[in-house]
């Protein structure tokens, strides 16, 4: 709810209430100079009349700053926002099988897996996109979409936040999943359609080949961004053993050739992270490709609100002159 006042000028006429309070001070003060000491304590007699006269001088004041707010024309309304343009579409795509559990990444002197890192990244890039529709596709073995195209990214984060390696088996579909993002995607009218798909390892699942899916989403006019994540050689991996948890090395093979290849087929770029640093970098460099100008419309509706000052002021003025012609009037 805002508030206005459509003619705020007649709010100068405020300040002339003190003078008009001052002029009349000094004129009860002139008065009772001119009347002998006698009457004015005949009149001082009549008691909690006259101790309560300054009541009707108050209401008169009080009236007359009301009606002021009146002549100012107050108003209460809404400004309302209209988006004429609209922003990106956006699937995000992430890998959750098995090799995402690998503890090569690190903050500090804690080991974190990259699946959590990557998690961390991508809600921060969620944060910073402004008016897209953001959805999220998760992969392994099988791709599922674990959120549809949303601008609540609120509740696109609490999805992200409750995934875990391994929710889609330990396999990696990347191809599938590029078409189901695509599949997302492929009947919306926007300025942009955009896939960011984050991997660690190479397709060896699903029905359709990630340079089939690149195909098809090149045929919906859909740029794919693809992230290789992970470091060089091999990664940490804790175990579970019959002698409690221990690290073991396994190599994960990243195929950037088709991650590449997928990027360029469709007019995105391939990335490659080996840090939780670069992964941010990543995703601040797609976070400014994919920027689109927002037009933004505005209107207001507002009504007239002076009769929640003028019939208070009326009231106010009518009670000070009943008051002083009856039981409040003045002696003499």
């Given at each position: 709810?805002?508030?206005?006042?459509?003619?705020?000028?007649?709010?100068?006429?405020?300040?002339?209430?003190?003078?008009?309070?001052?002029?009349?001070?000094?004129?009860?003060?002139?008065?009772?100079?001119?009347?002998?000491?006698?009457?004015?304590?005949?009149?001082?007699?009549?008691?909690?009349?006259?101790?309560?006269?300054?009541?009707?001088?108050?209401?008169?004041?009080?009236?007359?700053?009301?009606?002021?707010?009146?002549?100012?024309?107050?108003?209460?309304?809404t400004v309302h926002h209209e988006v004429i343009t609209t922003g990106v579409d956006m699937m995000l795509v992430l890998d959750a099988s098995g090799s995402m559990k690998a503890l090569d990444f690190s903050e500090g002197q804690r080991r974190k897996t990259r699946f959590q890192v990557a998690k961390d990244v991508i809600a921060d890039f969620i944060d910073k996109r402004e008016g897209d529709r953001i959805g999220l596709v998760v992969f392994g073995e099988y791709a599922f979409t674990q959120?549809?195209?949303?601008?609540?990214?609120?509740?696109?984060?609490?999805?992200?936040?409750t995934l875990e390696v391994g929710i889609a088996g330990d396999s990696t579909a990347l191809g599938d999943a590029l078409a189901l993002a695509v599949k997302r995607l492929?009947?919306?009218?926007?300025?942009?359609?955009?896939?960011?798909?984050?991997?660690?390892?190479?397709?060896?699942?699903?029905?359709?080949?990630?340079?089939?899916?690149?195909?098809?989403?090149?045929?919906?006019?859909?740029?794919i961004y693809t992230v290789g994540i992970g470091v060089e050689g091999r990664s940490p991996f804790r175990v579970e053993t019959l002698f409690g948890p221990r690290i073991v090395y396994q190599r994960v093979q990243l195929d950037e050739k088709t991650l590449r290849a997928v990027a360029n087929a469709t007019g995105g770029r391939y990335f490659r992270a080996s840090s939780p640093r670069e992964l941010e970098e990543v995703y601040d460099t797609i976070d400014r490709l994919e920027k689109t100008e927002r037009k933004m419309r505005s209107w207001a509706e507002y009504r007239e609100e002076y009769r929640f000052f003028l019939l208070p002021a009326f009231l106010m003025a009518v009670g000070a002159f009943l008051l002083s012609h009856s039981a409040l009037r003045r002696m003499p």
């Open positions: 709810m805002h508030w206005k006042f459509e003619d705020p000028a007649f709010l100068v006429l405020l300040l002339a209430i003190p003078l008009l309070l001052f002029l009349h001070l000094r004129y009860e003060k002139r008065r009772r100079l001119l009347y002998p000491a006698g009457v004015l304590k005949s009149v001082q007699v009549q008691g909690w009349r006259v101790r309560f006269r300054h009541i009707v001088r108050a209401l008169y004041f009080a009236s007359l700053s009301l009606g002021v707010f009146a002549l100012a024309r107050p108003q209460a309304g959120c549809p195209l949303t601008v609540d990214y609120a509740l696109l984060k609490g999805f992200l936040e492929r009947k919306l009218k926007s300025k942009s359609k955009i896939i960011v798909a984050l991997t660690d390892g190479r397709n060896n699942a699903g029905q359709l080949s990630p340079e089939e899916a690149a195909d098809i989403a090149r045929s919906y006019h859909i740029r």
